[in-house]
């Protein structure tokens, strides 16, 4: 699996979950899912925040 790159678009994440881009509009409306950043008026999520919320939620049996 290849690094992340330190931005991720709403379209990658989107990808990487294999959610919607409206899925996650929704969940950062909501607020839900991971922190993001507003830079030039696009939306993205940082690295560290994507795996950060990824390990929060990890099930183990």
């Not at 509009?25 to 939306?43: L, N």
Request: charged share 30%; proline share 8%.
């Amino acid at each position: 699996m290849s690094e992340l790159p330190p931005y991720l678009t709403t379209r990658e994440l989107a990808e990487r979950w294999r959610v919607t881009c409206r899925t996650l509009e929704r969940w950062r409306a909501e607020p839900y899912g991971p922190g993001w950043v507003t830079i030039g008026g696009a939306i993205r999520y940082r690295r560290e925040d994507v795996l950060a919320w990824e390990a929060a939620h990890l099930t183990q049996p």
